[in-house]
């Protein structure tokens, strides 16, 4: 079966009957195409309940492509080809099945090496429809016990696995929807006579929701809405399989989650309003087509999905919201072209006056009613200064809306009706077609390959003491490269850290160059240069294993806790002073060694060594009755 998409062709696995991967729980807690942190989810998540240990088995016969043994991402993953082509994955295991676990540990022993990303040759390990490969579990990047399944098709695209599953998997609940919003493109866009994002929250009668006013619109605007699914017997919310806008009766923005590259994953940053997902931690999910998003799960879209009222006619708005089973959640709503912008003057002068960045506008504001002379000054980058006078006024506030133009950007403002000077913290400006050095400074160098941004966009950076803030809320379609000076002989110590909400984290360093420390970051934020000179520590959670004859648990468990990310090839552990196999997963702060691979002989030494990558070492001895750490 094919689809055709935007003029592309994707391919679709041909359906047929597979079994369901794992014996004893049909409970999804993710699905197909599902908004995660940084990319769509490629499979589903199949609920163990907060367990490890379920029975994983083949959902068709085939031969094993690859064998994944990883400290992050899928942990232990097993990937099947089958006979028609496709191929079906089995992610995050605790263990695998004897003989796929006898293959793998065979080359970890020989190499002395846990990771290995291995590929078979074609039949070289089979497996029949039913069997089992192993056990779900929780390694990798896994917040919690759960198998997760992939099916992909010949070229190796995920596609979406519910449709195999429908009658296993019950579902009779629809869609919800949570709030809805409409978005300016422009500086000619006003949205109930402002230029800002208009969130509504819906009322709601079963299926219907609904607005109670009309919304009225002016110039190029988005639609974006927050909704989610849920099947029987599961509280947790899943994403939206496929949603239809329609203007009145035309159809004019049309999603659905069949299929994707892995390529295309990180447009999940573009298809949302990442600004508002960054500032708020919700996410609206948006029903037209951004700038440079080539997403193909967009299904059809007319002029982008834009909404552009040329009459003033009352005009239906109308989404509609469905899932793999057909149910589906409806939102309507009027709206009308609004009026023309409106400037009236005051006798009084006004006193203040306040900024706020947009992608590609510079939005001014003033508190109350302007004075006919008021206005504000520009200074840009070249040395030039501009006096725009104020274009209107909404809610009694007046504007000036000034749009980004290429090389050109404001670095500071003020006005004439007060003494303040407002200093911009834009730095330059990104351009998706091209790579740049956006910022050189005497301590900070940032570098954007191209396609890095979604859209032409301004980069800010503020200093605040030892760290800066460099645009949160733009989204990277590729890394950024930072690169900071260090006048410290000590350089193999330094690495750069990243604000969270509280504290922060090691995001490491990739190079050392002339006494400049880089690294690369998938997403801006707030940024540090660090020296760290504490070595990793290792917490015992469970020595008893060791003295109780195994018989506690399988695995022996150990805390590692470090500021900068731990080097994966330095992990090593030796029992009597041989190497065992031990798995570190740095999502959980958690180094376990398996006790099925330890010596029947009984342990006179346990040691761990381990390294971080600021070049910071910790040697962890055990002996009966005596432990040491150096």
């Avoid at 800066?468 to 410290?488: G, N």
């Avoid at 004859?549 to 590692?560: I, T």
């Avoid at 806790?561 to 041989?578: A, Y």
């Avoid at 971080?612 to 040491?628: F, H, I, K, Q």
């Amino acid at each position: 079966m094919r689809w055709l998409f935007s003029g592309l062709i994707i391919k679709i696995v041909v359906a047929q009957s597979y079994l369901f991967p794992i014996e004893g729980t049909h409970r999804l807690s993710g699905n197909f195409a599902e908004l995660r942190k940084a990319h769509f989810h490629s499979g589903l998540d199949i609920s163990t309940y907060g367990k490890t240990g379920f029975k994983v088995v083949a959902v068709e016969k085939g031969w094993i492509e690859r064998i994944f043994s990883s400290y992050y991402g899928y942990g232990k993953a097993v990937y099947i080809r089958h006979p028609d082509g496709s191929k079906s994955v089995y992610a995050h295991l605790d263990r695998f099945a004897p003989k796929i676990e006898r293959y793998l540990y065979n080359i970890q022993v020989k190499e002395k090496k846990y990771f290995h990303y291995l590929f078979l040759k074609p039949n070289e390990l089979t497996v029949e429809r039913g069997e089992i490969i192993g056990f779900s579990g929780n390694t990798g990047a896994s917040s919690g016990p759960h198998l997760h399944f992939e099916i992909r098709d010949e070229e190796d695209q995920p596609v979406n696995p519910l449709p195999f599953f429908k009658k296993i998997i019950k579902d009779h609940i629809p869609p919800f929807i949570t709030r809805v919003a409409f978005e300016p493109l422009s500086p000619q866009s006003r949205i109930e006579k402002t230029f800002e994002r208009k969130i509504f929250i819906p009322k709601r009668s079963g299926r219907i929701y609904y607005l109670n006013q009309i919304v009225r619109l002016r110039g190029p605007v988005g639609f974006a809405f927050t909704a989610y699914d849920r099947i029987n017997g599961a509280s947790n919310y899943n994403g939206i399989y496929t949603y239809k806008l329609y203007l009145d009766d035309t159809l004019i923005f049309h999603f659905q989650a069949d299929t994707f590259a892995f390529w295309e994953k990180r447009y999940l940053l573009n298809h949302i309003a990442y600004d508002f997902y960054w500032y708020h931690g919700g996410r609206l999910i948006r029903a037209y087509k951004a700038p440079n998003n080539q997403l193909r799960m967009y299904r059809y879209h007319k002029n982008r999905g834009i909404l552009w009222l040329k009459d003033t006619k009352i005009h239906r708005l109308r989404l509609v919201v469905r899932d793999l089973h057909g149910n589906q959640a409806v939102f309507i709503c009027k709206i009308q072209q609004g009026e023309k912008d409106t400037l009236y003057f005051s006798k009084q002068h006004l006193k203040k006056f306040s900024y706020k960045l947009f992608p590609k506008v510079l939005c001014i504001q003033g508190e109350g009613i302007p004075h006919p002379a008021d206005g504000i000054f520009v200074q840009y980058n070249d040395g030039t200064t501009q006096f725009y006078p104020f274009q209107f006024v909404a809610k009694n506030a007046c504007y000036v809306l000034i749009p980004l133009e290429a090389g050109h950007y404001p670095i500071q403002l003020w006005s004439n009706f007060n003494s303040d000077t407002l200093l911009l913290p834009i730095v330059g400006i990104a351009y998706p077609d091209k790579e740049q050095w956006i910022f050189i400074h005497e301590t900070l160098k940032i570098y954007l390959p191209k396609h890095a941004v979604f859209d032409t966009c301004w980069i800010t950076y503020r200093k605040h003491g030892i760290w800066e803030a460099i645009a949160p809320s733009i989204p990277l379609f590729k890394p950024v490269t930072l690169c900071y000076k260090v006048s410290d002989e000590a350089l193999e110590h330094y690495v750069v850290i990243r604000k969270k909400t509280k504290g922060y984290e090691g995001i490491g360093r990739d190079a050392i160059r002339n006494g400049w420390i880089c690294v690369r970051s998938k997403r801006f934020g707030s940024f540090r240069l660090f020296k760290d000179e504490v070595p990793p520590v290792i917490k015992p959670l469970n020595l008893e294993a060791l003295t109780s004859l195994k018989a506690c648990c399988d695995y022996l468990l150990f805390e590692v806790r470090d500021l900068s990310p731990i080097v994966v090839n330095s992990i090593k552990v030796f029992v009597n002073g041989r190497w065992v196999i031990a798995e570190y997963y740095e999502y959980q702060n958690l180094l376990r060694i398996p006790l099925r691979y330890l010596p029947a002989q009984p342990i006179y030494v346990l040691e761990i060594l381990l390294e971080d990558v600021a070049g910071n070492r910790t040697y962890w001895r055990w002996e009966p009755s005596l432990v040491r750490t150096y």
